[in-house]
C-alpha cells in the first residue's frame, strides 16, 4: 500500500467523487459508528435525494402521506457533510450538476444498505 494510501486511510478518507466542474469532495471510510449515525439521520426518509430537490409541501391525500420536501431535503444536506470529509457549501451545493447529483444518490446507498 502507497504512503498516501496509508495516510488517507488513517484519516479515514475514502475514495473521491465529483459533485460538479471543480467540485470533488472525498468520501469518509464507512465505519459501524458511521453507518449507525446515517442510518438514524435517515429514518424515515423513503425518497431519493434526487426526487427531493426543490419540491414544495406535499399534503396528505388518499393515495400519500403529507411529505415536508424543504425538510427531507435539508436531511440529505445534513448526511452528505457526515459522509464527506470536506463539506459542501450552500454555493458548491447550488452548483452541483445532474452527474453530482446521481454520485450523491449512489452515495448514501453505501451507507444505508
Same mark, same amino acid.
Given at each position: 500500500?502507497?504512503?498516501?494510501?496509508?495516510?488517507?486511510? @488513517?484519516?479515514?478518507?475514502? @475514495?473521491?467523487?465529483?459533485?460538479?466542474?471543480?467540485?470533488?469532495?472525498?468520501?469518509?471510510?464507512?465505519?459501524?459508528?458511521?453507518?449507525?449515525?446515517?442510518?438514524?439521520?435517515?429514518?424515515?426518509?423513503?425518497?431519493?435525494?434526487?426526487?427531493?430537490?426543490?419540491?414544495?409541501?406535499?399534503?396528505?391525500?388518499?393515495? #400519500?402521506?403529507?411529505?415536508?420536501?424543504?425538510?427531507?431535503?435539508?436531511?440529505?444536506?445534513?448526511?452528505?457533510?457526515?459522509?464527506?470529509?470536506?463539506?459542501?457549501?450552500?454555493?458548491?451545493?447550488?452548483?452541483?450538476?445532474?452527474?453530482?447529483?446521481?454520485?450523491?444518490?449512489?452515495?448514501?446507498? #453505501?451507507?444505508?444498505?
Amino acid at each position: 500500500m502507497s504512503t498516501d494510501k496509508q495516510l488517507d486511510k @488513517t484519516l479515514n478518507i475514502g @475514495t473521491e467523487i465529483r459533485l460538479a466542474e471543480g467540485i470533488k469532495k472525498h468520501v469518509k471510510i464507512g465505519t459501524i459508528a458511521l453507518i449507525r449515525q446515517v442510518r438514524e439521520e435517515m429514518d424515515g426518509v423513503v425518497h431519493k435525494f434526487s426526487f427531493s430537490i426543490g419540491r414544495k409541501k406535499w399534503e396528505a391525500t388518499e393515495d #400519500r402521506e403529507a411529505v415536508d420536501w424543504p425538510k427531507v431535503e435539508d436531511t440529505y444536506k445534513k448526511v452528505f457533510n457526515l459522509v464527506l470529509v470536506e463539506e459542501i457549501t450552500e454555493e458548491e451545493y447550488e452548483q452541483i450538476d445532474q452527474d453530482g447529483i446521481e454520485e450523491l444518490d449512489k452515495l448514501l446507498d #453505501r451507507f444505508l444498505f
